[in-house]
């Protein structure tokens, strides 16, 4: 077995020293877990206790993993496993080691290990808040949700509803409504999407002065000229430059200057409503007719030209179009004046929801946690055992932190100095930022990896091997998202550069990335197109599995009908409900009319075991509102009104129900159910065997 060369293994190396602190930038494939389990152990034969150290990770399936795996290593090298490779052996020797300062310990971490404080960071936010019920202002634990939409939506309702009871509030909300057509759920929706970012903004409106917000705006306007001076490569500078200046003598009748206005008049002459290089140039982009201007129209082509393959100046450029002006005016200013106000009092009524639904999202957890730690120069008794008790802090995905959790990292590391043997140890890929998970921002890696965190030095490592892709697929990816991601990082914008992998796999047979692109929003020649392609590969490769990737289950709407229109299996973990199946819709109207007989008949008989038309079950049904379904289908006059083969179905069925209900004292739901849907020859009905397996889930339930 070859033995693939990985090629940041000096920087894993590296990662492993105890005594220092890192931020890692680790992208997909590169094999971050088994660095952050591997620093794990390292620490584990280092310290005390092992509650010193504390792993946190951003979801309960990433810290049930990282959990299994250390515990995995421990066995293994209790076992005295062979390794298989190397990376596996440096953790095996790890785990050796941190085995034996179990021993000494007297730890007894596989028989409790729990002692291994790998949670989430919304665990460790809830426990700090049970430890400090006062300082985090919680009283009793509210449940954590996942989805808060709701109480967000209610919040920004009694936000609304103060209107009657408040008379500043009335104002605000008056002018929020002229200024949006009296349209009252759009202030609803608007309030509520900013009550999910409220770590962003809270501590920015308090008190806010006109002149304070207009100096953050021109702020905000001279990084985006810096920017774009900065992203204007230097060989197109003096080109530039002439050809700004001539368009602006023929429209201004003045050159242009190195201002903000100018660059974003230059913006509107240059682009189009799309944002991109404009293909012709007339007289109102300041290149007029005639021959005089022809030389000039040829030399700006030339440049757009030059300029394509740097899309990062482009899109500077578009920017500042869309920059605001450096004041607000009297009317904006007024609005913004409501918003301010307004914004405070829907974060206190978040907070009355929060308490009389005894629920809470992780924002209000993890401003709880903060409260609870206290501030800085003042921390409470909680944060100074902790700064006692927390040696090593290990953060999984730093990508995905957020502001109140990012000063909560802080807040958990004030105070710790250089050399005194505390560590943080920090990985994400902020190449995966495009996800936004909870509200992240990637920028805090950014600043983590420039400034630190609370004073603490980060050294910065960078993980380069894929381990997971052949390299056909690595090379095609490096080769496109190159071209696709920002060219220059930015702590403010978030702008991050793409990172080359190197493949540690090699490239196998055949083409390793094919395109099929569709660009006429046709959703059903989608999913035609997918399911052709699907068949293919199925033909091609019989015993491999395909994967199909969507951006929600939305976009499977018109996909999996025809795969099983095609007859191809799939198995969809909750993509498609169970309840929208159609052998479970079947049931569950055989179960309600064997509960409760109605109008659950209609659709037993409609059910493919019987298949009565449309105009049978009319027949059989209409002008006669006071007998039941079971009555009806048990008077024989009108059982011989139905078709000849609508009258031999129901006939054939009635028998099966009869018995059904004779029995109904005898046996359990689940019995008379699956005996009836036997009976009536359920089974044979269904289109596949995936049909079956649904039918024994639902008997399950």
């Not at 409470?380 to 040696?391: G, K, N, T």
């Not at 009555?631 to 009258?647: I, K, T, Y």
Request: proline content about 4%; aromatic content about 6%; hydrophobic content about 45%.
């Amino acid at each position: 077995m070859n033995t693939p060369v990985i090629p940041d293994l000096k920087a894993r190396r590296r990662a492993l020293d105890p005594a220092r602190s890192f931020i890692v930038q680790a992208p997909a494939g590169s094999g971050k877990t088994e660095l952050l389990i591997q620093r794990y152990l390292r620490l584990l034969a280092a310290v005390d206790h092992p509650e010193e150290i504390v792993a946190i990770t951003f979801t309960r399936k990433a810290a049930g993993e990282m959990r299994e795996r250390v515990l995995e290593a421990l066995a293994g090298a209790h076992a005295q496993r062979v390794p298989e490779s190397e990376h596996e052996r440096t953790t095996l020797e790890l785990a050796s080691a941190a085995l034996a300062r179990d021993a000494a310990g007297g730890w007894s971490i596989t028989e409790n290990p729990a002692r291994l404080r790998i949670q989430t960071i919304d665990a460790l936010c809830a426990a700090l808040t049970r430890q400090m019920p006062v300082l985090s202002r919680f009283g009793s634990q509210p449940e954590s949700i996942e989805d808060p939409t709701e109480l967000y939506l209610e919040a920004a309702r009694a936000t609304v509803e103060l209107v009657e009871s408040e008379e500043g509030v009335a104002q605000d909300v008056e002018r929020l409504l002229t200024h949006l057509d009296n349209d009252v759920g759009r202030i609803e929706i608007l309030l509520a999407d900013m009550l999910r970012r409220r770590d962003h903004w809270l501590r920015h409106v308090h008190g806010r002065e006109r002149a304070e917000l207009e100096t953050a705006l021109e702020n905000v306007r001279q990084e985006a000229l810096e920017r774009v001076r900065a992203l204007l490569p230097a060989e197109f500078r003096a080109e530039w430059k002439m050809i700004a200046d001539y368009a602006f003598i023929n429209l201004e009748q003045r050159e242009s200057r190195d201002s903000i206005d100018d660059w974003a008049q230059l913006a509107r002459l240059l682009l189009t409503e799309k944002d991109q290089w404009r293909r012709s140039l007339t007289k109102n982009q300041g290149f007029p007719a005639g021959k005089a201007a022809q030389p000039w129209k040829e030399r700006a082509l030339a440049l757009f030209d030059g300029l394509r393959i740097h899309d990062t100046s482009r899109m500077a450029l578009a920017q500042m179009r869309a920059l605001p002006p450096e004041r607000y005016s009297e009317q904006q200013w007024e609005i913004l004046g409501a918003i301010t106000r307004l914004l405070p009092r829907a974060v206190g009524q978040l907070k009355l929801v929060f308490q009389a639904r005894g629920q809470a999202d992780f924002t209000e957890v993890a401003q709880g946690a903060l409260l609870a730690l206290g501030a800085p120069e003042a921390p409470s008794d909680l944060a100074l055992a902790l700064d006692y008790r927390i040696r090593h802090l290990l953060i999984d995905e730093f990508q995905d932190t957020s502001i109140s959790q990012y000063e909560l990292i802080g807040r958990l590391t004030a105070g710790w100095e250089p050399g005194d043997g505390r560590t943080v140890f920090a990985v994400g890929d902020p190449m995966q930022s495009i996800y936004r998970f909870r509200e992240a921002e990637v920028g805090l890696f950014l600043h983590a990896r420039a400034a630190g965190i609370a004073g603490v030095a980060l050294e910065p490592l960078g993980l380069s091997a894929n381990f997971r892709s052949q390299a056909g697929i690595v090379e095609w990816v490096n080769a496109t998202f190159r071209q696709i991601m920002p060219e220059r990082e930015d702590v403010a914008t978030g702008s991050v550069p793409y990172t080359d992998s190197v493949a540690t796999r090699d490239t196998l047979p055949g083409t390793a990335v094919s395109v099929h692109p569709l660009f006429n929003g046709d959703r059903a020649g989608e999913a035609t197109a997918v399911t052709g392609i699907v068949a293919q590969a199925r033909r091609e490769n019989p015993d491999e599995v395909v994967a199909i990737l969507v951006r929600n289950r939305g976009h499977l709407r018109e996909i999996i009908p025809q795969l099983k229109e095609a007859g191809l299996r799939f198995r969809a973990i909750e993509i498609e409900e169970l309840g929208h199946r159609p052998v479970v819709q079947d049931l569950l109207a055989l179960t309600r009319a064997l509960s409760h007989p109605g109008l659950a008949w209609l659709a037993a008989l409609r059910a493919p075991w019987c298949g009565l038309t449309l105009a049978d079950l009319d027949a059989l049904a209409s002008a006669d509102a006071k007998r039941t379904m079971w009555e009806l289908m048990n008077d024989e006059e009108r059982v011989a009104s139905l078709s000849a083969d609508g009258c031999a179905r129901l006939v054939r069925v009635r028998a099966v129900f009869q018995a059904c209900i004779d029995e109904r004292c005898r046996g359990s739901l689940r019995e008379r159910v699956a005996g009836a849907w036997f009976a009536l020859s359920g089974p044979a009905c269904v289109e596949d065997t995936t049909d079956l397996e649904d039918a024994e889930i639902y008997f399950d339930y």
